[in-house]
């Protein structure tokens, strides 16, 4: 299985403005995923249209992807719109697995316990990963047919101000 960890980031969050790339707690929620993704010894991409993010995305060892404008527009899904676009643009894989960085909460170890599998998720409300065959992401997951849940305790999904400041106080405590 040749899996690639796919790292979305726009730098544009109409509730928390600049949540990826700011300061948290030790680095920023990208950095953070990064950190967390290359444990795993994969191929790291980070998908934005920011030049800032991509800049600091090669600095902590990820390989950035311009990601186009239009993939980052108001009503464009991540899956399954950015998603097909990243099987096209990053080609030669069997497998891709979504790295979000809203929920910081996500370590290495899942991921390990995710790649052991052919499919995978994290089961709470805020997400974090996703692992699927380039098949399944083709079909935009509309039958997600995972062989493997992952618990991710805390958790939490940063859309808001208020988010960022209880995950990096959960972090920190």
Known sequence: MRTAIIIPVKENSQRCPGKNLR???DSSLMERA???A???GKD???IS???TARQRAKQAGATPIPRPPELEAEGVELVPDVMRWVIEAIPGYTHYLLLQVTNPFVSGEHLLQALCHDSAFTVEQAG???LGPKEMWEKGLAKLDTSF???VEPSVDIDTVGDFEKAEKWLLS
């Open 49 to 51: 249209a920011s030049e």
């Open 128 to 130: 974090g990963l996703y």
């Open 38 to 40: 290359l444990s795993t």
């Open 23 to 25: 300061p948290f707690a």
């Open 149 to 151: 849940m992952i618990y």
């Open 34 to 36: 990064i950190r967390t």
């Open 44 to 46: 790291t991409f980070v």
